[in-house]
């Protein structure tokens, strides 16, 4: 793991950010996930499955490096366009066979999960933390939220990971 482990950085127009909408998109970003050895820059306007949660975890939590203040910037992101990213992250998941990132996979049904059930979105980690409390899939989670990434692959079973996901989005 390098110091940007973890770290996503997005670059999205004034106009989406400050009225989202089905259509809106990301111009560039990097992502450096935990299972990445390098950085993943990409730039082109495109979306992401991903995009309107991103937005709205920026809304709450981003921090500015510099210019105006986040709630002068980021304005109020639909809540079925939050639901849909959720969903078709956990259905992205559930397709695969073999999870290079397994840690990501458990933890995005948690989020995704715990958005449906209080209506707040927030961090993978968190939902983490909440879903035990719901659910007797405990083993599988406090692993996702112990392991070292590194090691998660061979702790993590593949058809474990798949079934977690595939139960969450059938319940």
């Known amino acids: 793991m390098t110091p940007l482990s973890g770290t996503d950085l997005t670059l999205v127009s004034t106009a989406d950010a400050s009225a989202p909408t089905k259509s809106s998109h990301w111009i560039a970003y990097l992502r450096h ?16 499955i991903g995009f309107f949660i991103d937005l709205e975890l ?18 109020p992101v639909p809540r079925a366009l939050v639901i849909h990213s959720c ?12 999870f290079n990132d397994p840690i990501d996979a458990v933890l995005t049904a948690c ?14 980690r968190e939902a983490g933390f909440w879903a035990p409390d719901q659910n007797t899939s405990t083993s599988l989670i406090s692993a996702a939220l112990t392991l ?4 998660a692959r061979s702790q ?16």
């Open 33 to 48: 996930s935990r299972s990445d050895s390098e950085p993943n820059v990409v730039i082109h306007r495109d979306s992401d």
């Open 58 to 75: 920026t809304k709450q939590r981003g921090a500015r490096l510099l210019g105006p203040a986040i709630a002068d910037v980021f304005g």
């Open 87 to 98: 969903l078709q992250n956990c259905r992205v998941w559930a397709a695969r066979n073999a």
């Open 111 to 124: 989020r995704a999960w715990k958005s449906l059930e209080t209506g707040c979105i927030g961090s993978k």
């Open 148 to 151: 070292d990434p590194g090691f």
């Open 156 to 171: 993590l079973p593949d058809h474990e990971v798949k079934a977690f996901v595939r139960w969450w989005l059938i319940s």
